[in-house]
């Protein structure tokens, strides 16, 4: 039901940002949750950030908490990863990923992804 893309992606070197965003299908956006995961070739896939549905509430992985910020703009159906401080580790395909409520963001279980972009961090 709901169709996901991520844009944003591409080369960028150690301590640069970079700006992720997911556009979603549909007239009920703010009553899904939305997350990113990520994964590397040869590596399972990890869970990023999670935002809810209004936005009141976010859940990040340890090792981008400081470093990585969720969002969402309701009224564009878009959800967006704001990347600082990027690391030759952060390197991997970014996944956008939606769930109707917000449980996905503790469950960390989605119904819906996107086909990815391509981070990579150069040293």
């Known amino acids: 039901q709901v169709q996901l893309v991520e844009s944003g992606g591409g080369l960028v070197q150690a301590g640069g940002s970079l700006r992720l965003s997911c556009a979603a299908s549909?007239?009920?956006?703010?009553?899904?949750?939305m997350g990113w995961f990520r994964q590397a070739p040869g590596k399972e896939r990890e869970f990023v950030a999670a935002?809810?549905?209004?936005?009141?509430?976010?859940n990040y992985a340890d090792f981008v908490k400081a470093r990585f910020t969720i969002s969402r703009d309701n009224a564009k159906n878009t959800v967006y990863l704001q990347m600082n401080s990027l690391k030759p580790e952060d390197t991997a395909v970014y996944y956008c990923a939606s769930a109707y409520g917000n449980s996905a963001l503790w469950s960390r279980n989605y119904d819906y992804w996107g086909q990815g972009t391509q981070v990579t961090v150069s040293s």
């Open positions: 935002i809810s549905g209004n936005g009141g509430h976010t």
């Open positions: 549909g007239r009920t956006f703010s009553s899904y949750a």
